[in-house]
């Protein structure tokens, strides 16, 4: 599914387990964002927008929707920073999914196990720790980010960088996790 950037309403269908005319429902009511091409009148799905629309729904993202594991959950504070390192990873191949607060950091984490984490304090990054210890990806790279943060990488395992003057550097240890190498300090 790499490069794919839209689906048909039948491969909607078939991985909603439902007949393709539903889609078209979903469609018409406005909870499945969609365009139609020109000349036939085709719908089209976006893909960011198919995944948002399983996951509000609680249902199930196949792995091959996933961007071959790709996923960054991000909670970060003040908003505008958070944002920000997304808008940085999605343009580095991420597919980014931004917490609001804590409870909704976890609940996603658990549910979506991504391949990397940022966060932008102790507190988060302990917190985050205690999540790690029942989370099935154990290959899972975390990310400290901040204006008061020094860098390199601590003894638990979380690179610590500084947001925003090392923003290379933050899509550099993506690359670096998708990889599977070791880790710069």
Not at 12 to 18: L, P
Not at 33 to 43: C, F, I, Q, S, W
Request: with cysteine; net charge negative.
């Amino acid at each position: 599914m790499r490069g794919k950037q839209a689906l048909t309403t039948g491969e909607v269908a078939k991985y909603c387990g439902v007949n393709f005319r539903t889609v078209i429902r979903w469609i018409e009511r406005g909870h499945l964002e969609a365009y139609k091409l020109p000349g036939r009148g085709d719908n089209r799905i976006p893909l960011p927008g198919f995944i948002s629309f399983l996951q509000s729904n609680h249902m199930p993202v196949p792995d091959e929707l996933r961007q071959h594991g790709r996923t960054l959950l991000i909670l970060a504070e003040p908003e505008d920073v958070a944002a920000d390192m997304a808008s940085t990873a999605r343009r580095a191949g991420w597919e980014p999914m931004v917490a609001s607060d804590a409870m909704q950091f976890g609940y996603v984490f658990a549910d979506l196990q991504p391949t990397a984490v940022v966060v932008s304090s102790e507190d988060m990054a302990a917190a985050v720790n205690r999540l790690r210890r029942d989370a099935e990806n154990q290959e899972l790279l975390c990310v400290l980010a901040g204006m008061d943060i020094p860098t390199g990488v601590s003894t638990d395992g979380w690179c610590r960088i500084q947001w925003p003057t090392e923003q290379k550097r933050f899509v550099g240890l993506l690359d670096l996790s998708e990889s599977h190498t070791q880790r710069p300090v």
